[in-house]
């Protein structure tokens, strides 16, 4: 079978998607060296004794790298403590690791360039004195020590905080491109030299693929959809528990970063294995809008769709389905996924779905109906999983909503916050 490996990360340059479209690739993987096992933000991941194995890259930039699915803390209420998360993209795995209610967070993704900067996020977290000053090292690659004792001592609200961090960077820096990353090796961010040189090569690239793009006008536009109180509530950057949580974490080895490729013979098969070795099951693993591509290679072009022959979404939800199934799953293991919400109310909303297991066949039935579909528009995945659910799929929702089927119901009621 194809594989159809998918960018799997934050999103970027457009309001309705945050992944790349697929794109072929050859599977290789990475070769694991036994003395790197183990070796905290190491180039070669490994859980307990166990090696991984990587797909290969399907992109190599910075795209993605952002916070951008502010309401994904509805996740944590679906999560069942004490097993592995598995999440792709970048803040959005840590924000859910910080709930303290999974043992290990591994951060997956198809993207090499979202892979390093998780390695240097890492590192900037360990290094950091508490989530004030991990702010103003993210943000500007500088102590800044006045705004720091304004957000210690209330002065500023995190998203205030977070802001001044940006406009003192960008008074100083007003064309930056590959400062923050040269500041952050400056502090002691640690990479195998060939892996700075792919940084400096991402960052000296054409277009706007450089980091500072990401970290101070993508992300920021997403920061607008939040409120202080979630911040303070839900994320490291706003909840010193969750920040101190993260930190103990990366301290005893329970947060890696590797290459992985959701469609991929590798990667999560691998994963599977060294979880299963480690005796751990999987609480829940946040494929983001990834199935959201699958549906659009289903849709021809002419109804907005990506569809391209020899490709096949279908197929492609298959090959997911089948490697997260090699996971260490239980009856209350979720699979977690966004989709764009219906309502331009919602701005740059998601609205948020929980499934288990055992809806697997009626997701993958939502894929034979996008298929089927005839007339102008195409059926979109999130009106046909909300079918499914036994949700109007045809009223809009006013806010992001969690969405979840009998036999995979988390403790919090559909749409409010855990």
Not at 135 to 153: I, P, V
Request: with cysteine; aromatic share 8%; net charge neutral.
């Amino acid at each position: 079978m194809k594989a159809f490996p998918i960018v799997v990360s934050l999103i970027a340059a457009y309001f309705s998607c945050h992944a790349s479209p697929p794109a072929p690739s050859n599977h290789k993987t990475t070769a694991v060296r036994a003395e790197d096992a183990g070796t905290p933000f190491g180039i070669h991941p490994s859980i307990g004794d166990v090696a991984l194995e990587e797909d290969a890259p399907g992109e190599t930039s910075f795209r993605y790298t952002h916070y951008n699915e502010v309401e994904n803390y509805l996740f944590e209420a679906c999560l069942e403590p004490g097993g592995a998360f598995i999440s792709v993209g970048t803040f959005r795995g840590l924000n859910i690791a910080s709930s303290g209610r999974v043992q290990r967070l591994i951060q997956l993704d198809y993207n090499d360039g979202v892979k390093l900067f998780n390695l240097m996020n890492l590192k900037l977290i360990s290094l950091s004195k508490d989530r004030v000053e991990y702010l103003s090292l993210l943000l500007t690659g500088e102590r800044e020590t006045e705004l720091m004792e304004k957000a210690r001592t209330g002065k500023l609200t995190p998203k205030q905080y977070m802001e001044a961090l940006k406009a003192s960077f960008q008074k100083k820096h007003p064309t930056a491109k590959g400062v923050l990353t040269r500041k952050w090796k400056e502090l002691g961010v640690s990479l195998p030299p060939e892996q700075w040189t792919v940084v400096d090569q991402i960052n000296a690239g054409d277009g706007l693929d450089h980091l500072e793009h990401f970290m101070h006008n993508k992300m920021f536009n997403y920061l607008k959809q939040t409120s202080d109180e979630e911040m303070a509530r839900y994320t490291i950057f706003g909840n010193d528990a969750r920040f101190q949580t993260i930190q103990k974490m990366i301290a005893e080895n329970r947060v890696l970063a590797m290459v992985g490729d959701l469609t991929g013979e590798k990667s999560l098969a691998s994963v599977g294995k060294a979880l299963k070795a480690s005796h751990l099951f999987v609480s829940g693993i946040d494929v983001s809008n990834v199935p959201d591509y699958f549906a659009e290679m289903e849709v021809p072009a002419a109804q907005g769709g990506t569809a391209k022959e020899g490709e096949d979404g279908l197929a492609a939800f298959i090959a997911m389905r089948n490697n997260i199934k090699k996971l260490p799953l239980n009856e209350k293991s979720r699979v977690l996924l966004t989709a764009v919400a219906p309502s331009p109310a919602q701005g740059l909303g998601w609205n948020y779905f929980s499934l288990s297991e055992k809806q697997f066949p009626e997701w993958e039935e939502c894929y034979r109906r996008i298929r089927a579909h005839k007339g102008p528009n195409p059926l979109k995945l999130e009106t046909a999983l909300r079918s499914f659910l036994h949700a109007d799929p045809s009223a809009p929702a006013t806010k992001p909503i969690l969405f979840s089927p009998a036999g995979a119901k988390c403790s919090a009621n559909e749409g409010d916050k855990p």
